[in-house]
């Protein structure tokens, strides 16, 4: 069974930092690329950041370059989304997915639409206090 776990989120003022992990199973690892997105209420979800293993790229989404940073531990199938400099518009549950659509991570990465081209899990709150 395919699992993907988020943990890391929480309360934070503006400027702060998170480390949001997703802990993956039930697939193998590498061979596919997994994503960051997120929901923020009456919103649809945004992409934030990918990362392919096995085709060594990354992606994030223009709002947050230079700010988050995504890296994977592939011994403990774990990807990482460091937060830097957090605003309020960084508010939203973030969510971590496998995604089977391809290999690498495209530019402007956004997250499958469908179980049928992806897996991800339920998501952790981060909200950013101003």
Known sequence: EV?????????V?????LRLSCVASG???????IGWF???PGKER????CISSSH?????ADSVKGRFTISSDNKKNTVY???????????AVYYCAADWR?????????????????????GTQVTVSS
């Open 3 to 11: 699992q993907l776990v988020e943990s890391g989120g929480g309360l």
């Open 13 to 17: 003022q503006v400027g702060g930092s």
């Open 27 to 33: 697939f193998t690892f590498d061979d596919y690329p």
């Open 38 to 40: 997120r929901q923020a």
């Open 46 to 49: 945004e992409g934030v950041s």
């Open 56 to 60: 060594g790229s990354t992606s994030y």
């Open 81 to 91: 989304l460091q937060m830097n400099s957090l605003k309020p518009e960084d508010t």
């Open 102 to 122: 391809t290999p690498y991570c495209s530019d402007n990465w956004n997250p499958p639409e469908s179980a049928d081209f992806g897996s991800w899990g339920q």
